[in-house]
């Protein structure tokens, strides 16, 4: 499944040619490793990993724990990627990538 | 949208083929995740760091070093979005550009008739998009998903939830309240040096707490209040508190900056 998202997300990442279209590409592509980390340590009929009672079969914490991290770093890698965007804008006047080689 | 050309179709294709050469291994690997960690934490994880949630656990227990180096970089990108946006020319909000940051963290003088974020509301033309029932809506549920952030934030090391997700429900809450506000209804958590401030005493907070183990005795990085009580999830409590409010104001600041950016 993530791998028909991912392929999604490189197809647009190629041929896009907006750069806000792109940026959304590589979020799409972001969130398909992380929907890959946590189905691989994903149980089925297992419990979130909050121990509340002993000997419960639970999913494993540590791809959870890692994707956590990388969602924080997209939101912080979004925002700078779109405020580069702005700044290109400012100064080109365009966002095309198609348009940009003129400069 | 340009027709492209078929040279330019091949081209796409071949870089699609590449990247499934690369990233197919990958994703078709049959290796099961390493077990070893997940036997640790299960039988030892809540006895060290006192949290019930794992997932809490390892991020603020074992790896918490790394937690430390991520908010850094939350802020770093929160500095930058605000630098690029203000030097590109756009128009922030008052007291979100680089100059009103400025005058704030002097803390001298008179603040400039407190820099809030509002948008006119006699001029609905230029916000189609702001009507009436936006600043109802949001300005009432505002508050209540606040309270829901601060909850999500509080129970981090008993439920699911933590420092992280609390501080992106806090940080909508913030949204919330800055876009149902009207002209004669402020709220202090939409202004920039409330949020900036709170900002920054979190970190310093953090970067506190992260020290403080060596003056209580058990090392950097290490629990202060294993001493005091045994309830030890009290540590993980108090970073969650930290790094809630980090990550809440600041997307909420990123959130806001953006949101009345007018392009001039």
């Known amino acids: ?103 | 949208m340009r027709t492209h050309t078929l040279r330019y179709h091949v081209q796409a294709a071949a870089a699609l083929l590449a990247a499934a050469a690369v990233l197919l291994p990958v994703f078709l690997i049959d290796v099961p995740w390493p077990a070893a960690a997940r036997d640790y934490l299960e039988h030892y994880g809540v006895g060290d760091s006192g949290a019930i949630n794992l997932v809490s656990a390892v991020y603020l227990g074992f790896r918490f070093f790394d937690t430390l180096g991520e908010t850094l970089v939350l802020i770093a990108a929160v500095c930058g979005t605000i630098g690029m946006l203000t030097r590109a020319g756009a128009i922030l909000p008052e007291g979100f550009d680089a100059s009103g940051m400025a005058h704030g963290f002097t803390g001298e003088g008179e603040a400039p008739d407190t820099p809030t974020f509002t948008i006119p509301v006699e001029k609905p033309k230029s916000h189609t998009l702001r009507t009436h029932l936006l600043e109802v809506v949001t300005g009432v549920l505002g508050p209540v998903v606040l309270v829901f952030g601060f909850y999500v934030m509080l129970y981090g090391h008993y439920s699911p939830g933590g420092g992280f997700q609390g501080g992106a429900v806090i940080a909508s809450g913030i949204v919330f309240l800055a876009l149902g506000k009207r002209e004669e209804v402020t709220s202090m958590l939409t202004q920039a040096p409330v949020l900036y401030r709170i900002e920054s005493a979190s970190y310093l907070l953090l970067v506190l707490m992260t020290v403080s183990g060596l003056f209580a005795g058990s090392g950097f990085l290490g629990n202060p209040f294993a001493r005091l009580f045994d309830e030890s999830a009290a540590f993980i409590m108090v970073l969650d508190i930290c790094i809630g409010m980090i990550v809440g104001t600041g997307i909420g600041f990123i959130c806001i900056a953006m949101v009345g950016r007018k392009v001039s």
């Open chain 1, 1 to 103: 499944m993530s791998l028909i998202i991912l392929a999604i997300g490189i197809f647009g990442l190629i041929t896009a040619d907006n750069l806000i279209k792109k940026i959304m590409c590589l979020s799409v592509i972001e969130n398909t490793i992380i929907l890959n980390f946590i189905s691989s340590g994903y149980i089925t009929g297992a419990a979130a990993p909050i121990l509340t009672a002993k000997d419960i079969a639970t999913v494993d914490p540590v791809p959870q724990a890692l994707m956590l991290t990388a969602i924080v770093i997209g939101v912080c890698f979004n925002s700078l990627a779109i405020a580069c965007i702005v700044k290109l804008h400012e100064k080109t006047s365009t966002v095309l990538v198609s348009e940009l080689h003129e400069f």
